[in-house]
């Protein structure tokens, strides 16, 4: 698949033709209470995701500002929102394998470039798959970058995630 990432940072980003490919829309509650239930417990300030639309290779992400212990203007990024998107392109291994028996770690990045500094309070994410999670693999990747009204600011191009085993198996 090739990612919508590897354009221009610059450019303007097609967000509503890309969820018009996304037929699966997820509300944030109900993706943080499933990472619950699957063990998964970043707390607030990592729980960033608004609303996800989702398809098998893609998925577009809004994002809300949650209530943070420290100030957002001491990082470049705030790691809970880079985070986000991690979650997300996570969440494509959950859906490919059994979650009592496995588990996703990241990685592995191949390359992270850092445009600017994002307005948080309007930031948006992309996800999409490079190689896909399948019941027979032990690795999936993915391309993820987060917008703003000024388009694209950070880009994490291939994102390896490793399938572990967990005490089930």
């Not at 707390?43 to 809004?62: H, M, R």
């Not at 790691?79 to 996703?104: C, E, I, T």
Request: with cysteine; net charge negative; charged share 20%.
């Amino acid at each position: 698949t090739k990612s919508n990432c590897s354009s221009n940072l610059a450019q303007p980003f097609d967000f509503n033709n890309i969820q018009a490919r996304c037929p699966v829309m997820i509300n944030g509650a109900d993706f943080y209470a499933e990472l619950v239930e699957s063990g998964y417990n970043w707390g607030e300030s990592f729980s960033w995701i608004k609303t996800i639309w989702k398809s098998d290779t893609e998925a577009v992400f809004t994002m809300r500002l949650p209530e943070l212990p420290d100030n957002l203007d001491d990082y470049p990024v705030y790691p809970g929102l880079l985070d986000a998107g991690f979650q997300v392109l996570g969440s494509f291994g959950k859906d490919n394998y059994d979650s009592n028996s496995s588990a996703f770690m990241p990685f592995s990045i191949s390359n992270l470039e850092f445009n600017r500094k994002i307005n948080a309070a309007e930031a948006w994410g992309y996800v999409s798959l490079i190689d896909a999670p399948s019941p027979n693999r032990e690795t999936f990747k993915g391309d993820i970058c987060w917008f703003d009204k000024n388009g694209i600011a950070i880009k994490v191009s291939g994102f390896e995630f490793r399938r572990i085993k967990t005490d089930s198996d």
